[in-house]
């Protein structure tokens, strides 16, 4: 083992005066079978390095062909492996030199040994939960109604949370927050999601409801509701189609629900555009009104991200376009969306890339990116950077 003497002799050819230096010498040596592999390095922020401390865990998810992400309890993070030219040490026990103090009058060695060695570390980046699989799976089996006499309920394709977990890129809580925005429910401990026929069924019974007792559409009482709609669906259900489709509230010890106008009109549009290619406008709007519960107004301003007006064509359509359907990449976005249209307002595109702006990102950052700006007819439009094939 290296001797004080030796270290100071060392000092003086490198031209080191020992006084410079902390009166600790740490000499370091590595340990029998020592090997990169043996440890990952993870860079972690403030938030993190709390989360671990309070015996919180991180957990990397991914299928075999993914690229891995690691979660929190409520934030997902795209894993990047960072080189460094520095070689990094693991040296249990060793002590930074804030961490040490002077009051040794001479100086002093300490053995060390190396447990291992790394030259690239985990760089962790926050970033969208990735989504789209969820949907995608839980629709291999949606939920019709309950089973009619004689007949056996599909038992296949069933998640519950630990097993959606375990298949979807996402934090717990961002997870739990995608499932009521698609209008997922537990049903005998597993999460699925509703047929949108018997979805758009639920929410007819519903509204049929209000019209026939007089209800206003922002007072309908939930207690009355499930006993006089009982005989047709189950109460469960009931009930989860007022969650879906209003804000519940109480009153008197009495619970309310208040319909959104947006979210019926919505489903409603979205019930009339499923099976056309193209719609006329005017002719759509019709139909769309007719079809509303009266005293409910229809606007185009209530389909953005689900449906594309074209105002360029003559007479004017409209065609079903979900958000939810397209690419979460955002590169493969914009390239269908000047495949679909080759020029666009800023208006029209931004609901069709909002989700995919990141922590501080706007979506006029995206489209300096991704695109390019030009006037058309005294408006702004947005056209792809490059070429696209046909």
């Known amino acids: 083992m290296r001797t004080l003497e030796e270290v100071q002799a060392t000092l003086q050819i490198a031209k080191l005066k020992e006084e410079d230096l902390q009166k600790t010498i740490h000499c370091l040596s590595f340990g029998e079978n020592v090997s990169s592999a043996d440890y990952c390095l993870m860079e972690l922020d403030d938030t993190l390095c709390k989360h671990i401390q309070a015996g919180q865990s991180l957990v990397i998810r991914g299928d075999a062909d993914e690229r891995a992400v690691l979660c929190s309890g409520d934030k997902t993070y795209d894993l990047k492996i960072a080189d460094t030219s520095n070689l990094l040490l693991f040296v249990p026990g060793c002590r930074t030199p804030d961490q040490l103090t002077n009051s040794q009058e001479s100086s002093h060695l300490v053995h060390t040994q190396i447990w291992g060695f790394c030259n690239s570390y985990w760089e962790l980046k926050r970033q969208r939960p990735r989504l789209k699989k969820l949907k995608a799976i839980l629709m291999e089996n949606p939920y019709?109604?309950?089973?009619?006499?004689?007949?056996?309920?599909?038992?296949?394709?069933?998640?519950?949370?630990?097993?959606l977990l375990d298949r979807i890129q996402s934090s717990q809580d961002e997870l739990k927050t995608h499932l009521k925005t698609i209008h997922a429910c537990q049903i005998d401990g597993y999460w699925r999601v509703l047929d949108f026929d018997y979805e758009m069924k639920l929410l007819g019974h519903v509204t049929q409801l209000v019209d026939s007792e007089s209800w206003s559409f922002n007072k309908v009482p939930l207690q009355t509701s499930l006993d006089e709609l009982a005989p047709l669906e189950p109460k469960e259900m009931i009930e989860h189609c007022l969650d879906c489709?209003?804000?519940?509230?109480?009153?008197n010890d009495n619970v309310f629900y208040a319909l959104h106008e947006d979210k019926v009109?919505?489903?409603?549009?979205?019930?009339?555009?499923?099976?056309?290619?193209?719609f006329n406008l005017r002719e759509f709007q019709e139909v769309w009104q007719q079809s509303v519960p009266e005293g409910m107004s229809t606007r185009l301003?209530?389909?953005?991200?689900?449906?594309?007006?074209?105002?360029?064509?003559?007479?004017?359509?409209?065609?079903?376009?979900?958000?939810?359907?397209?690419?979460?990449?955002?590169?493969?976005?914009?390239?269908?969306?000047?495949?679909?249209?080759?020029?666009?307002?800023?208006?029209?595109?931004?609901?069709?890339?909002?989700?995919?702006?990141?922590?501080?990102?706007?979506?006029?950052?995206?489209?300096?990116k991704y695109a390019r700006s030009s006037?058309?007819?005294?408006?702004?439009?947005?056209?792809?950077?490059?070429?696209?094939?046909?």
């Open 375 to 390: 006037m058309q007819n005294g408006i702004k439009v947005f056209n792809s950077r490059r070429p696209l094939a046909t």
């Open 301 to 368: 301003e209530q389909l953005k991200s689900v449906a594309l007006v074209d105002r360029a064509s003559r007479p004017e359509t409209i065609c079903l376009l979900r958000v939810e359907d397209l690419s979460e990449d955002t590169l493969e976005r914009f390239n269908h969306l000047f495949t679909i249209r080759e020029k666009w307002t800023e208006e029209d595109i931004t609901p069709y890339i909002q989700d995919l702006c990141g922590e501080k990102q706007t979506t006029g950052a995206l489209l300096t």
């Open 265 to 278: 009109c919505q489903s409603t549009a979205l019930l009339l555009l499923q099976n056309a290619v193209k």
């Open 144 to 163: 019709e109604g309950p089973a009619l006499g004689g007949q056996k309920e599909n038992t296949e394709n069933r998640y519950s949370m630990q097993d």
């Open 245 to 251: 489709y209003g804000k519940r509230f109480t009153e």
